[in-house]
């Protein structure tokens, strides 16, 4: 209990083991060890409603981006187009079920559940801090929010699908569709999203308003 109390207001040096009083810094700056300059600690980039304005965002281009066509080929006169959750569903129907469902869960599902808790998270902060029930579904969401950006490898399939569009380049033409554009700006939004998100500041939120 005692040293719960000590971490928050102490920290000590990586490199050099120096202990150093925490101070509340202005945003975006990153506080240096004095004796031998090597990062303590830094404040979260953005604010509340920063992220707020990038979830939902991100929400709105989650649809787009996972049922719209992301590629479309044009070969021998006849045109298909796919979408992610085609393209997965389609690798488990032929037998790579364990793939399908690694795509499903990579680019589809921990993608929209991270988005969704970030979002919950943040209305939570905002609004309903002060009441017992949400601030247990805060903790559950905490807990469970590693997990779900370990799972979120949007990345994954980009590289993928570039891969892929490099490869049949010489055999078809290939359009982007308006899935595409989607799914990279998702992309973007996720990225920034867990740029932005610190763990550590969303759990000390749970200790400014008790
Ligand atoms: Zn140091």
């Given amino acids: 209990m005692d040293t719960e109390v000590l971490d928050k207001s102490i920290v000590l040096c990586h490199s050099c083991d120096l202990v150093v009083r925490k101070r509340a810094l202005p945003s975006g700056v990153r506080a240096l060890c004095p004796r031998c300059h090597s990062n303590l600690y830094d404040t979260p980039y953005c604010s509340i409603n920063g992220m707020l304005a990038l979830c939902l965002s991100a929400l709105i281009l989650y649809f787009p981006a996972n049922f719209f066509p992301v590629l479309e080929l044009h ?4 045109i298909r187009t796919t979408t992610i959750f085609e393209g997965a569903m389609s690798v488990a129907n032929q037998g790579y079920w364990v ?5 499903l869960i990579a680019a589809v599902v921990a993608p929209g559940l991270l988005i969704l808790s970030v979002l919950m998270q943040i209305l939570i902060v905002k609004y309903l801090l002060h009441n017992p029930f949400f601030r247990r579904i805060y903790k559950l969401l905490l807990c469970q929010q590693p997990l779900l950006s370990q799972l979120t490898m949007l990345e994954i399939y980009m ?5 892929s569009v490099f490869q049949l380049s010489d055999y078809t033409d290939l359009y982007f569709g308006i899935g595409t554009f989607c799914f990279t700006m998702l992309f973007i939004m996720v990225i920034f999203l ?6 550590e500041h969303m759990w000390s939120l749970l200790d400014e308003k008790p």
Avoid: K, N, T
């Avoid at 070969?75 to 006849?78: K, P």
């Fill in 75 to 78: 070969f021998l006169g006849s």
């Fill in 194 to 199: 867990q740029r932005e998100y610190h763990i």
């Fill in 159 to 163: 590289i993928s699908i570039f891969v």
């Fill in 99 to 103: 793939v399908g469902a690694a795509v």
